[in-house]
């Protein structure tokens, strides 16, 4: 299964439950993660997809700890909904 599929497959789901699943593009800033999930009241969470068994890059992985360290969420996620 591909990065793409799944990521297709979650923001079918997340756009059936309401939510936003936004492609982050961020030029000079390597390794943000694939999108952000916007929802009600507020609600954002960073998500990186990757093909099953696969793990963010040295880069990616320290990008997401900066994020948390903002107190945001963020998930990787391999697998279909």
């Known amino acids: 299964m ?6 297709t ?6 756009r059936a439950m309401g939510y936003l ?3 982050w593009v961020s030029p000079g800033f390597t390794g943000v993660p694939d999108r952000i999930l916007l929802g009600p009241n507020g609600f954002i969470k960073f998500i ?21 360290s903002f107190g945001f ?9």
Do not use: C, N
């Open 21 to 23: 699943l936004l492609k």
């Open 48 to 68: 990186e997809f990757k093909a099953p068994g696969k793990k963010p890059t040295v880069r990616q992985a320290a990008v997401h700890d900066l994020l948390r």
């Open 73 to 81: 969420q963020v998930e990787v996620i391999d697998a279909m909904p």
């Open 9 to 14: 497959a979650w923001r079918k789901h997340y």
């Open 2 to 7: 591909r990065e793409s599929e799944i990521e």
